[in-house]
């Protein structure tokens, strides 16, 4: 079985119909989800009316938000988790710390928390790639910018947004994201925290590698976008119904008048408590942002919910749990105060600017 | 032999694909060793920034993510 020498591997005679095969499916796939897409709401208006409830009923609303959601929001993260998997296929780990080091503060934090937000990241790498950083000579602040852009401007939570809050507010959140990676990573660097890393952190010598250069070809970027579908929605898929289920039962029981009380705009202290109660919580964006939605057709301040959800997602004890190795628990404070102090603030902006 | 080393902090993404390296080695009939490498220190000195790492006698050849079945293939049989 096993060769002597290695093959060089001549370019197949197939390639140009694998590409053609690959770019005429993406188009084809394309063009049918908009149209199944153009669809969906009479579709779901006309599964509501043939069931047996009342119409007008609170069960009846329920159903329908519920049988025209799941679809809606389902198609749109398959989107974007295309989208955003084809575009990653260009970044690495590796290439995004070369093209870090050495960067200045500022500019750095700014590339830093865009870059964050392509490049591929799963948190368990969150302490090589914090110790690579470092050590290649990015600034600390430079780091901690790209490390809280990675986890909070994701995929799942933009495409989540987009499909039940509106494209308005995925951009928003997107802008505002951005701003606290960047802002907060400026201020910890103008602290000049160096010497409240772990101390073996610093005598890490960083190795040189030279990763084998793969071409990656067309077919291989949409392969790899097809390949983040499968896994992330693969994953994602049960927690979206069950968020849009209780979506559902607090769209169609909730008390209207209550909830505007609690998390409505008026209620100034509502901010500062969502930031306080999501930063111990850790779940995935999938599950709490159709519950979200559901919120803020009932009265809640935009701002509000917002905060509580980047609380949620960029501030989680897991992820603190795992820094612990690498940062003393002084620089964690710090990391937590920072961040939640910028998600205080675009909390308020948020209900500021957008009124309901 | 090849000598492989698994890098990475025992993460779910990490065993499976020590466990992906093992069996194509031997779907492959090409005798092993794997070893995994979990201290930090050590993963840096190897110079990659995303987990896990394969490194196949003393050449980094992948970082970050699971890796294919057919570049695991042309590691082995190269």
Redesign the interface.
């Given at each position: 079985?096993?060769?002597c020498c290695?093959a060089p591997t001549p370019r197949k005679p197939t390639d140009a119909s694998r590409r053609y095969l690959w770019v005429g499916g993406t188009v084809a796939a394309l063009i049918l989800w908009l149209a199944v897409y153009q669809i969906l709401q009479p579709l779901a208006a006309w599964a509501v009316a043939r069931l047996p409830v009342a119409p007008d009923s609170h069960l009846a609303e329920a159903l329908a938000f519920f049988l025209y959601d799941t679809p809606k929001v389902l198609m749109l993260l398959t989107l974007v988790v295309f989208a955003m998997g084809v575009v990653r296929s260009f970044f690495?780990?590796?290439n995004?710390?070369r093209l870090l080091s050495g960067k200045r503060e500022g500019v750095g934090n700014v590339a830093a928390a865009s870059l964050g937000i392509v490049t591929?990241?799963?948190s368990?790498?969150a302490?090589?790639?914090f110790?690579?950083?470092v050590?290649?000579g990015v600034p600390l602040g430079v780091t901690f910018s790209f490390l809280i852009a990675a986890p909070m401007i994701n995929e799942v939570a933009l495409g989540l947004l987009f499909g039940l809050v509106g494209w308005q507010v995925a951009v928003t959140y997107l802008a505002f994201g951005l701003g606290v990676a960047i802002i907060a990573g400026f201020v910890i660097g103008r602290f000049h925290l160096d010497g409240w890393l772990q101390p073996?952190v610093r005598?890490?010598?960083?190795?040189?590698?030279?990763?084998?250069d793969r071409r990656l070809t067309v077919p291989d970027r949409l392969r790899a976008g097809l390949d983040a579908v499968t896994d992330i929605v693969g994953k994602v898929w049960l927690w979206v119904i069950a968020g849009i289920a209780v979506g559902a039962l607090i769209h169609g029981y909730a008390p209207a008048a209550l909830l505007a009380s609690i998390m409505g705009k008026d209620a100034w202290w509502s901010v500062p408590a969502a930031v306080v109660v999501g930063i111990p919580m850790y779940s995935n964006a999938a599950g709490i942002i159709p519950i979200i939605e559901a919120l803020i057709g009932k009265g809640a301040a935009l701002g509000t919910v917002l905060a509580f959800m980047m609380a949620v997602i960029a501030l989680s004890l897991p992820e603190m749990i795992i820094l612990r190795?690498?940062l003393t628990v002084k620089l964690i404070a710090v990391f937590v105060g920072v961040v939640g102090l910028g998600i205080l603030t675009v909390g308020y902006l948020f209900n500021f600017l957008f009124v309901a | 032999m090849k000598d492989i080393k698994v890098l990475g902090s025992g993460c779910k993404t990490c065993q499976l694909t020590a466990e992906l390296l093992k069996s194509e080695a031997e779907r492959l009939g090409v005798p092993v060793t794997i070893e995994k490498i979990t201290d930090y220190a050590a993963i840096a000195g190897y110079g990659i920034a995303a987990t896990p790492g394969v490194v196949v006698d003393g050449k980094v050849v992948h970082a970050g993510g699971l890796p294919k079945a057919a570049d695991v293939d042309g590691w082995l049989s190269a």
């Open positions: 079985m096993t060769t290695p690495s780990a590796e995004t710390r591929p990241f799963c368990c790498s302490v090589p790639l110790i690579g950083f050590s290649a073996w005598e890490v010598r960083m190795g040189n590698v030279d990763l084998p190795k690498v | -």
